[in-house]
């Protein structure tokens, strides 16, 4: 099993960038696919990114796409999301999420493939 918290979130003026992170408990952090989605309040959970175990595969919504980078490094258990140009309909609670399962990236865009969730991090884009 693996615990997951993410970090970085806040409160950004339309136009800015930030990372959000996310921090796993337990020695095998290499063996998940990571990827990260955002709720906004009264929508549903929607996909962000994803990125395979080893890091050189990645998948982006086309909502973000060009505008956002996912990255992990193994040796610190650790997934980032740098997002950039950021708009007020981005204001949302990004979650990071984590599954065992080899699956093919393309596949890692469903909430339902996924084993562990963080709580969450707040993002509020507004001026």
């Known amino acids: 099993q693996v615990q997951l918290v993410e970090s970085g979130g806040g409160l950004v003026q339309p136009g800015d960038s930030l990372k959000l992170s996310c921090t796993a408990s337990g020695r095998t952090f290499s063996t998940y696919s990571m990827g990260w989605f955002r709720q906004a309040p009264g929508k549903e959970r929607e996909f962000v990114s994803a990125?395979?175990?080893?890091?050189?595969?990645?998948y982006y919504a086309d909502s973000v796409k060009g505008r956002c980078t996912i990255s992990r490094d193994n040796a610190k258990n650790t997934v980032y999301l740098h997002m950039g140009m950021l708009e007020p309909e981005e204001t949302a609670v990004y979650y990071c999420?984590?599954?065992?399962?080899?699956?093919?990236?393309?596949?890692?865009?469903?909430?339902?493939?996924?084993?562990?969730w963080g709580q969450g991090t707040q993002v509020t884009v507004s001026s």
């Open positions: 990125v395979s175990r080893g890091g050189g595969n990645t």
């Open positions: 999420a984590a599954t065992p399962t080899d699956y093919s990236i393309i596949y890692l865009t469903r909430a339902t493939r996924y084993n562990y």
